[in-house]
C-alpha cells in the first residue's frame, strides 16, 4: 500500500517563501524519479518540478529560478522550496511518481499567496 503524505503549505504574502515535504511510505521511494505538481480549481493538474532518483532535476518554465526540488533517500521524503510566491502560485499542491500514478495521490497541502 502506497502512501504520499504531504505538507507544509499555507498562507503567505508575495514574495513569501514555503517548503512543502511529501513523505513516502510502503513502497520503494528510492527507485522512483518524484514530481511535484499544483492543481486549481477547473484547470488540470500540472508538474511544477521533477527530481530522479540520482537527482537530476527539471522545472516549469513558470517556476524556474524560484522552486527548489530535493530529496531525502534516507528519510523517503521529497522537498520544494518555494520562494519570491506571486498569487498565481496559490494552489493545492501535490507529490507523485513522475510519471504519475492514479493509485499515488495524496491529499494535497494547500499554499496561497495572498496580502
Known amino acids: 500500500q502506497v502512501q504520499l503524505v504531504e505538507s507544509g503549505g499555507g498562507l503567505v504574502q508575495p514574495g513569501g517563501s514555503l517548503r512543502l515535504s511529501c513523505a513516502a511510505s510502503g513502497t520503494i521511494f528510492n527507485s522512483y524519479a518524484m514530481g511535484w505538481y499544483r492543481q486549481t480549481p477547473g484547470k488540470q493538474r500540472e508538474l511544477v518540478a521533477r527530481i530522479t532518483n540520482g537527482g537530476n532535476t527539471n522545472y516549469a518554465e513558470s517556476v524556474k529560478g524560484r522552486f527548489t526540488i530535493s530529496r531525502d533517500n534516507a528519510k523517503n521524503t521529497v522537498y520544494l522550496q518555494m520562494n519570491s510566491l506571486k498569487p498565481e502560485d496559490t494552489a493545492v499542491y501535490y507529490c507523485?511518481?513522475?510519471?504519475?500514478?492514479?493509485?499515488?495521490w495524496g491529499q494535497g497541502t494547500q499554499v496561497t499567496v495572498s496580502s
Open positions: 507523485n511518481k513522475f510519471p504519475p500514478l492514479s493509485g499515488f
